[in-house]
């Protein structure tokens, strides 16, 4: 028996093992990962070429989490939260630096305003709540960061109280999956759990006890009750639901992961956070 061919195999198997652990990996803020060659990290970039290929690729830092590199040492680049609902505000960063969302995906500009109580209030407290209120209002919508462009602290004469108004643009980490929102949620029983609303800054959460269904044929089935019907947007991975009373409202899918879904409406300036459970 010739012991060439095995051994030209086991040569060929650990040639194979050796090109695979000897590069680097990239994971990504989204939890995504793939392996590649790093070229360089950059200011703001990290430059790289998928294995054997020779076209140069680069990615914004803000987008990466960590890098292993192929000796075994890792980089970390960003600690930044995926953003799940109204319990995770304190977890979004505000910023007033451009860089720090290069790479990140916008979802929509968002403002905040807060009037001191008292003539008492100093600016500082007055300006944490607007803060905060900001963090609240992103939260809901699964933005990890809001990049400010706008913010004045005044004082308002007539009531000798102080104000802040803040306007920023509110960007989340990872992209919608319309596909997996649909395999999630179609044919699927939930029970809605809480609600939140956010309307002229002020947050207001309570408790709710329903049923909701979203059968395989696009209906949508309340309390046991038909309710009107439902699509998932191929675009942006929207929920729209068409009630039977003939309003149409489209909610962003902020989590659906854990037995959990989380949708938000925003409509003007008025934010409502629904938070379900997998029957």
């Given amino acids: 028996m010739s012991y060439k061919p095995l051994i030209i195999i086991a040569v060929l198997s650990l040639l194979l093992i050796s090109t695979v652990y000897s590069q680097d990996k990239i994971v990504k803020l989204n939890g995504d990962s793939f392996t ?15 294995p054997e290929e020779d076209l140069s690729n680069c990615e914004y830092k803000n987008a990466i989490r960590k890098i292993i590199f192929k000796s075994g040492r ?10 799940n609902g109204i319990e995770d505000w304190k977890k979004v960063r505000v910023t007033t630096i ?7 995906i916008p979802i929509r500009e968002i403002d905040s305003k807060a009037t001191g109580t008292t003539y008492l209030s100093n600016v500082a407290q007055v300006e944490n709540r607007a803060i905060r209120k900001l963090k609240q209002k992103a939260a809901m919508m699964g933005s990890s960061v809001v990049y400010i462009t ?31 929102i649909r395999d999630f949620i179609v044919g699927k029983k939930f029970n ?11 947050l207001t959460q309570f408790r709710q006890v329903s049923s909701f269904e979203f059968t395989n044929d696009g209906k949508l089935i309340i ?57």
Avoid: C, M, W
């Fill in 150 to 180: 706008y913010q004045t602290v005044e004082g308002v004469r007539a009531i000798n109280r102080a104000r802040t108004t803040i306007t920023g643009i509110a960007y989340k980490i990872r992209k919608s999956n319309p596909s997996k």
């Fill in 192 to 202: 809605l759990t809480s609600e939140a609303i956010l309307d002229n800054n002020a």
């Fill in 98 to 104: 451009s860089d720090d969302v290069k790479g990140l």
């Fill in 223 to 279: 309390n046991n009750l038909p309710a009107g019907s439902y699509n998932i947007s191929n675009d942006a991975g929207e929920l729209k639901i068409l009630y039977s009373s003939g309003a149409t409202h489209t909610f962003d899918v902020v989590k659906f992961s854990d037995n959990l879904l989380v949708i938000t409406e925003i409509f003007e300036n008025k934010v409502t956070s629904y938070s379900f459970s997998l029957q």
């Fill in 36 to 50: 590649a060659n790093i070229i360089a990290i950059e200011d703001d970039i990290i430059k790289f070429k998928y």
């Fill in 74 to 83: 890792v980089q970390f680049f960003n600690d930044l939260n995926i953003i």
